[in-house]
């Protein structure tokens, strides 16, 4: 007898047909002889719908008041995936979030689990019981509901794993685990079968967010293994664990944004204290800034450039002009026809070169390097955006296509007995 | 300084719009100096739209589930009753049902309330803040959510209104209060000011369902003097009270329930104990039988009948037949073509000639009565359904019409200073 976490996410409980599917395939497992505890988030896009009536009542929405409303989406889920259950002739015990033990902190719509306290549902779990967990919410210590974010159902399910030393956690979604590349973009991209948590976030600031970070964080700081695998397709999906970096593929995936703009200002004069006035402006405004490039010019003026999310442009080009207007900089731009390619493996670490073959990989197919940055498992250059298939393709040819690295790298047996 | 309970049903809360003019009204209240309880409905439909989705899931949704379902429904209306309230500025502090101190038993979907611990909401009032209250919600012993009941917002409302000793409950709906009869089939229906708790249950099982009969019975339990009145149009409403028989009308209002089917049991032999076998059974299967009249034949053989709902109609008439076949009777028959038509007032019990009066009145308007079943304070009649408009018309100007009796019978000043 194992202990399983199943987490289905929206997109897998959007009707009532998907929530029946899901209790079906929930009742196997636990008629496998396994202890079963289903985290649910809010059917489809409740969660979206419920800030947009929020929105239309109040101008900027209380937290505490928000969670309250938001919390309501996993209560569905979980009542209606209990009585699935229950239909089906297994005994459920459905938590909302209040009972589930779950304390956190007091910041509402993205409250930090301070602590766990499952001692209702290991009582329930031992009955016998398939217990339904509302994801995605807590408890504060005033006792208001809190919620965790976007994508806190993850992170419930990997915190129950983590709290109960669960023999297994999966991360049900609508695709059938992590890909080499969006099989949208690169029809030849493959599934991966296994990679290591510091790989999957940088996936995820890469723009292919299967997970948010913070899930991925929790589940590294407790190391538990979780797999993300398809709800309505057979597979054993992907395995994010602890993984050597001599376990590692040198390149396990190569993914694209195109949600950045560019921010260039020109002949800024190169003194002390330049960038920090510029960027610690922008991190006032809570924008977000990914890349960042500077080159000094002959005459002691430096070109900056930069990265924004597309929603922070306008802020960060008023931003950025006010700044250099003070500084005394020359003219500054913005650019929005860019996409950002990225190679993401930990192998690189141990594999001098992995840059130079990815610029090689681009000049082949003809495409410019207008940015790089790298860290120790990523390297990442900004392209122009209408080259960004041709360039993703080229890179993924190069790296995942010319290899039979999966050979080298199985997923450990998940079958559990 | 007062304290106020205010309850706003489903239909008030329906739209953005209709909850934003509730806060309004709330927040005025408030800054006339008042504290202010709100107790909230779930928006429009909501509920009925849960209970759909349910019954997908499960053909008989288990009850601590669907509870915890349905109980959403009020939290929605908490959380974007508060945050309207906050965007005009005043302090809210919303409160789901398991939150409120509303103990209940574990009779999940129909719970009672035990016991109410309001130090909560008190401590909430007492910083100056609106409290909102999901209404229609408990905790049952065991800490999961159980409701109340169809109309269980009322009860919650009143219930407070108990417990804090309120200075004034106010049950808002969509129309401005309790009429003499309905005004879509009496054009010449008045608003009564002022009504006993017994009229008003006596209107609750006439088919005049303006409340729930449970929140009344609680509310004359516990002398809980409350108003009916509406949302969005002006007016003092109903004020609903103790009441001597001698401040009571006559008659204060006529009603029709068009709902309900008569069955006719002929020729039973007249034995000990052949009504209680009929009418067991139908209690037996939860059916409820409104009026029964009995009359023996000259040749020691019966003629009983009943009226039951209509919805229960097919099922009664199969149980009258069964029953009927063992006792060896003639004949059962059913007739759906009928409708009740009840005069209620307190007053009647001091004023003997009431049915005579009524009975007259029908005669006079060329109506043929069917059934006469009365009680203290009301006397029902049945007729064909087809007459039922006339037969309403005609009792409503013999008894509210011809009389001047709302000068004998003022509503108390309700304004709090």
Redesign the interface.
Known sequence: MALIVQKFGGSSLST?EK??AVAKRVVTVKRQGHQVIVVVSAMGKTTDE?IA??K????Q??G???D??L??GE??S???V???I??LSEE?E?F?G??AGIRTDTLHTKARIKRIEPIRIQKELEKGKIVVVAGFQGLSPE?A?TTLGRGGSDLTAIALAAILQADRCEIFTDVPGVFTADPNRVPQAKLIPLLSYEEMLEMASTGAKVMQSRAVEFAKKYRVPFTVRATFQEGEGTMVKELDVQEGAVVSSVSLDDKQAKISVFRVPDQPGVAARLFQALGAENINVDMIVQNVGQDNRADISFTVNLIDLEKSLQIAREIATGLGAERVTADEDIAKISIIGIGMMNHPGVAGRMFHALASAGINIEMISTSEIKISCVVRRKQADRAIQAVHREFIESQEREQSRTAPDREVT
Request: aromatic share 6%; glycine share 2%.
């Open positions: 009532v929530i029946k419920l009536l929020a239309q009542v109040h101008h929405p209380p505490r008041e928000l309250l409303l919390s309501t209560m569905v979980v009542a209606l209990s009585m699935a229950e239909e459920a459905g909302p209040y009972f006792d509901i």
